[in-house]
């Protein structure tokens, strides 16, 4: 979920695991990106934090074999359009540049996403007491409260070494989705007594998108497959829970495709 405008929330939504993992990698690199930013040691804390959760992620899948072959897959498809009177082709091959960079930068990383902070024994020593609730105190580790004492654009400027090993990753991954978010199909929708579903007939969909106004206190939860999707619109009450809402809600969808 991500803010959609000034007036309306988006939700996404995945519809297969490859898009799940792009789409909390994405979740976690703006994360990482705020706090980073910022100045105060527990910013800062946060943001190495989060980078465990990234080397967490990353060393679950072949995601470096899975974004190359992702961004092959999306050349060649854009190759066959050159010479279309219907697409720019300057716009074309700026796409196009952007891969080829993407793809040899990605290519030039040895191993997998994050290897190189993995054999880093300081980050280890960190990230296995980051486990444990509290672990990170000073007392349990002398040498990390050294270091978030040190002045911000020291830490500032540790964070960005340590990210920079996967820039490559970062960069594909926002050409993939951003690709695949702009072959959206956008309608709008009204939900009956809060409830829609629409048939897709096995149209293999990749990504859902949901904008919703603000002010109308509705909260998707989504469910869908090849064949169907449906999304009920529920209200938070006085102490959060989530009911289901009884009235009519506009909303905007969006099926996005590779």
């Known amino acids: 979920m991500s803010a ?8 996404e939504y995945p519809f297969n695991e490859r898009v799940r993992t792009l789409l909390r990698l994405e979740d976690l690199f703006d994360r990482i990106a705020y706090f980073r930013a910022q100045e105060h040691p527990y910013s800062h804390h946060a943001a190495l934090m989060t980078l465990f959760e990234i080397l967490e992620m990353t060393a679950r899948a072949d995601l470096k074999g899975e974004l190359l072959q992702e ?52 980050l280890t020593s960190i990230r296995s007491r ?19 004492m040190r002045d911000a654009q020291t ?35 009204v939900a009956i007594q809060g409830a829609y579903q629409q048939m897709l007939q096995g149209r293999a969909y990749a990504l859902l998108q949901v904008r919703v106004a603000v002010d109308a206190g509705a909260i998707p939860e989504i469910s869908a497959n090849k064949y169907a999707l449906w999304i009920r619109f529920m209200a938070a009450d006085g102490d959060l829970k989530p ?16």
């Open 155 to 189: 830490r500032a400027a540790d964070l960005e070494s340590w990210l920079s090993t996967l820039a490559p990753f970062y960069e594909a991954m926002g050409i993939v989705l951003r690709l695949l978010r702009e072959t959206a199909h956008r309608s709008q929708q």
């Open 71 to 122: 961004l092959e897959r999306q050349k060649q498809g854009l190759l066959a359009l050159r010479n279309n009177p219907q697409v720019s082709e300057t716009a074309l091959a700026a796409v196009l540049a952007d891969i080829d960079r993407a793809q040899q930068a990605l290519a030039a990383v040895p191993g997998k996403a994050g290897q190189a902070l993995r054999d880093n024994e300081w």
């Open 130 to 148: 980051a486990s444990i609730p509290g672990g990170t105190c000073e007392f349990d580790l002398p040498s990390y409260h050294a270091w978030l």
């Open 243 to 258: 009911r289901a809402v009884e009235r009519d809600v506009p909303f905007e969808l969006a099926l996005c495709a590779f």
């Open 4 to 11: 959609g405008g000034a007036s309306t929330l988006l939700y």
